[in-house]
């Protein structure tokens, strides 16, 4: 609709509105008489309604997987639609037609609301996008049914004082007018095209929420992929539509018209309610009332005829409800499949853990430890002859002496206990390091696992403090894709020290807890050889030995169990499993290495499941899956279908 162009303003209804009543497979014409229906109980409705919100708000789709920003998408639409259309229009079914009308960038929406209410209520202009705040036009009688929290209860609305102008997102104004009809509202969307995303979900929370589609594309947008995928929609779901063609040229009238019409029928749309809006003289703002009159008189018909109010809501509903009836199994495979990630995903961290305590285990009993330094001490205590004056089968004279020798003895018992530690703590913590590597790479390669970890990186930078507003904290929050209350600050919260690059290496404090879990094991060996039962076997053969080094020689029969005397290559070096099994006999000596090394591998083993854990408490920040939501959705969705 240009300013200042004079030609003949004609509008054309195009299409019946007293056709008969619908095919299964195509929507409902807003002019059609009603199809018969079946009453049905409105509280048990309702409850089955709850029962779904309460199902698919408890499904958290967290976890990413292909495909998943549609799933989130779907989930969300559906809870708007319960929320914001279905429970309000059962819950006030004598409510006013709520009429939205949507279309494409500079489509001439805000032109044709002016247009119908006979004043400017919507700021339209070349500026693009022109509507950022919504308006709702109705009767004055009517503003009471949307002054209430009931229609959209989470939008903030205004009451319209003067023109509404641009600038003021996120609010519902609410503008009366005397020409209005009784009975309908119409809704100005932002555009289903905007630059801005927000206007764009904006538009499509307004269109869940209303009982009529007015549908306005101009004769050069008309075949656009987003007027269609809108259009599409709108039968897929059931909706009642109008479309409303607008700025066609006067000479190719019947040209885009039968074309337009010709895409309409080929997509299951050819009987909807059709007008078409010549390129005309705009003047305020309206378009001339002869030309709005087709649009204005169908509208104030369908406000005069309960038959067609009952066809507009029926069909409209009927159509939101028969679509859950494919959209809420598909929620419960996507639940299930969330389940799946996040055990893969503990599963993945879990795996290299394990993998890192098997190759420990493995060094242990091939005996790979003993070398190097390990060797030099163990020949240095043993090859020296003081291990075996240490277990001398005769108790010394002289106490003097004895004294004397295990203060050569002790000190060399000392650096191999201390060699030995040192050669353990190395292994753990390399293995460590290598399988906090392959734990970050396992759920990089994973959609859902690189997911959690590039959020938890963005949480990482929320500004946690003790002035942190709640505000403040949904602001950042609202960054975040998931949307769901309390999950970027406890993802923050769960993070070490370093935040998600430190993943990729053990604990800083891991060196410390190694050090003391091999120290708690040194000692635990030497407990096992100072218990009575072991002492009692070998009282009669050793009357005087020192403990300690006892300890050190079963330590080196563990460490090279199932590896032959790979230690010591000659001489006395070669002595240690030998002098065990003196000692204690090849049973007892079985027994006791078997729960040295049992010992041990569980000490690594929690170890490890502690560092493990620093990736699972990301799963656990963002919530554990609720297992029972994809039985609890689809039984939401046999209750609905019971009820209606």
């Known amino acids: 609709m240009k300013e200042g162009q004079g030609a003949a303003p004609v509008s054309v209804p195009w299409g019946s509105t007293d056709t008969a009543a619908r095919s299964p497979a195509r929507p409902q014409v807003p002019g059609q008489e009603a199809e018969p229906h079946v009453r049905v109980d409105a509280r048990k409705l309702e409850s089955a309604l709850l029962e779904l919100r309460d ?113 003021r997102d996120g609010l519902l104004v609410l503008a009366t007018s005397p020409g209005m009809p009784h009975g309908i509202a119409l809704l ?14 904006f538009a499509r929370q307004f269109l869940d929420a ?11 947008r008309y075949a656009d992929a987003v007027v269609w995928d809108l259009l599409k929609d709108a039968r897929d779901r059931g909706a009642s539509l109008g479309i409303v063609l607008s700025r066609v040229p006067p000479g190719a009238s019947q040209q885009l018209t039968t074309h337009f019409g010709a895409m309409l029928e080929a997509n299951g749309l050819g009987d909807v309610q059709r007008f078409v809006i010549p390129e005309t003289v705009v003047t305020d703002a309206q378009l001339p009332p002869e030309v709005a009159a087709p649009v204005r008189a169908w509208l104030e018909d369908t406000s005069r005829r309960d038959d067609r109010r009952i066809a507009i809501l029926t069909q409209t509903m009927s159509g939101v409800l028969d679509s859950f009836e494919v959209r809420v199994p598909a929620l ?13 995903l503990r599963s993945a961290a879990d795996a290299a853990y394990a993998a890192a305590l098997a190759e420990h285990d493995e060094a242990i009993k091939s005996g790979s430890l003993l ?81 959690l970890l590039a959020e938890a990186r963005q949480a990482q930078q929320l500004p946690l403090g003790s002035d942190l507003s709640y505000a403040s904290l949904r602001k950042w929050e609202g960054e975040l894709q998931w949307g769901f209350p309390g999950v970027a600050s406890e993802l923050a919260a769960r993070l070490p020290r ?23 094991w040194q000692d635990h060996l030497l407990h096992l050889v100072q218990t009575e039962k072991i002492t009692r076997r070998s009282i009669a053969r050793v009357a005087s030995f020192d403990p300690e080094s006892l300890a050190l020689v079963l ?24 002098l065990l099994t003196s000692l204690f006999g090849a049973g007892q000596l079985r027994d006791i290495g078997g729960q040295a090394r049992q010992d041990l591998h569980e000490r690594i083993d929690l170890l490890y499941s502690e560092e493990a854990l620093r990736f699972t408490a990301l799963i656990d920040a963002v919530g554990a899956p609720d297992e029972s939501a994809p039985a609890d959705l689809y039984q939401a969705g046999y209750s609905l279908e019971s009820a209606r």
């Not at 009451?159 to 600038?167: D, F, N, T, V, W």
């Not at 020798?405 to 000392?414: E, S, V």
């Open 210 to 220: 209303s009982d009529l589609w007015l549908f306005v594309t101009t004769a050069r």
């Open 332 to 344: 419960a495979a996507q639940a299930q499949t969330q389940a799946a990630l996040s055990a893969e």
């Open 55 to 167: 199902a698919v708000g408890r499904t958290q789709l967290l976890l990413d997987f292909p495909g998943i920003e549609a799933a989130r998408a779907e989930r969300q639409q559906v809870i708007s639609q319960v929320d914001d259309y279905l429970l309000p229009r059962l819950r006030q079914s004598g409510s006013p037609i709520l009429i939205a009308m949507v279309g494409s960038t500079g489509a001439g929406k805000s032109t044709l609301l002016n247009s119908i209410v006979g004043g400017q209520v919507s700021a339209t202009g070349i500026r693009r996008p022109t509507t950022n705040s919504p308006v709702l036009a109705c009767h004055p009688d009517d503003v009471g049914w949307f002054a209430e929290n009931v229609f959209l209860p989470t939008l903030p609305r205004v009451r319209q004082q003067g023109l509404a102008m641009p600038g």
């Open 188 to 201: 100005d969307t932002p555009d289903i095209d905007s630059v801005v995303a927000a206007h764009r979900q």
């Open 371 to 451: 070398s190097g330094e390990v060797v030099a001490r163990w020949q240095d205590f043993a090859g020296t002859g003081d291990l075996m004056r240490t277990l001398e089968i005769r108790k010394a004279k002289r106490g003097s002496q004895r004294s004397k020798r295990h203060g050569t003895i002790t000190a060399r018992a000392q650096a191999l206990k201390f060699a030995l530690r040192m050669s353990l703590e190395a292994l753990t913590t390399s293995l460590a390091d290598r399988a906090a590597e392959d734990a970050m790479e396992r759920w990089q390669s994973s959609p859902a696992g690189a997911g």
């Open 498 to 520: 370093g935040g998600v690059d430190a993943l990729s290496r053990s604990s800083a404090d891991l060196p410390g807890r190694v050090t003391q879990a091999i120290s708690a």
């Open 555 to 578: 330590t080196i029969g563990v460490l090279g169990y199932g590896a032959g005397d790979v230690v010591v290559s000659e001489g006395a070096s070669a002595a240690p499993q030998r």
